[in-house]
């Protein structure tokens, strides 16, 4: 099983996809964790590594990008010692608002030797933090946006 997210939004498809695959604006999203990606980039084979601290304590979830077809999809599999699974991203053109977008975000994880019982808990606790950052990031998309075509009043005065 797996636990998926799915918003809907005005914002374009490609401004959708810019929000959710800039994977290190969800360090400011996801607690105690700091996203790193490669200097390259997200390209097929990228790994990206999400650092969860706390304390002295720290875990690396190392991912590897397996597909990547951009503007609509992205898959990252987890290769860690510690966390397995995948996630997958896709934007689509919504066709209840042919300007916007629909975004999904599915995602298993597990931990080795524990799949059944820690799967299950990712699976309820995954929307919740998952829900959040894809929130996150497309009202900040949606923020940016709205600077980017707000008018100026050049030459008038208040």
Do not use: C, N, Y
């Not at 996801?30 to 200097?39: I, L, R």
Request: net charge neutral; glycine share 8%.
């Amino acid at each position: 099983m797996a636990f998926a997210v799915s918003r809907s939004t005005a914002l374009a498809p490609e401004v959708a996809w810019s929000a959710v695959t800039d994977l290190a604006e969800h360090t400011r999203d996801v607690p105690f964790t700091d996203v790193q990606v490669p200097a390259g980039g997200l390209v097929l084979g990228a790994e990206v590594i999400a650092w969860t601290r706390l304390g002295p304590l720290a875990v690396a979830d190392r991912m590897l990008v397996t597909v990547l077809d951009p503007g609509r999809r992205l898959r990252l599999v987890k290769v860690g010692r510690l966390l397995r699974g995948w996630a997958d991203i896709t934007v689509r053109t919504d066709p209840e608002r042919p300007d916007g977008a629909l975004v999904d975000w599915t995602e298993e994880l597990w931990l080795p030797g524990l799949r059944g019982p820690t799967r299950r808990l990712g699976d309820r606790l995954g929307p919740i933090v998952f829900g959040r950052v894809v929130d996150a990031v497309l009202a900040r998309a949606a923020d940016d946006d709205q600077d980017a075509v707000r008018p100026t009043r050049s030459g008038s005065t208040p």
